[in-house]
């Protein structure tokens, strides 16, 4: 098993260095679960709902949003340039120590 550190700032502003496996296919939604962090994820992660959007702080290149994304984004409050839906953010190795906000809940 390979876990990955990732850094998610809560809607309270307090830091939380989580342990992200690499290996079981999760997305970013699903390690803030997994941590009991307060992402709704109505839709299940089908980026149908925006409710993990979170801001992404580090600079890591996450790639450009598919159009499923784009469209949720364009419909979501909060949007900044830097946002994202955590369902579409795989853990992958390349994001060791990528550090992330979660966005305001409508």
Known sequence: MSDIKITIIDRE????EVDAPTD???NLMEVCKAYELPVQAVCGGMAMCAT???????DHDLGERND???AMLWEASFVKDNSRLGC????TEDLEGLVVELAPEE
Do not use: F
Request: charged content about 20%; hydrophobic content about 30%; overall charge neutral.
């Open 24 to 26: 079981m296919n999760m």
């Open 88 to 91: 579409q953010v795989p853990i």
């Open 68 to 70: 499923d994304e784009q």
């Open 13 to 16: 502003g307090k830091r939380h």
């Open 52 to 58: 993990c959007q979170c801001y992404i702080i580090s």
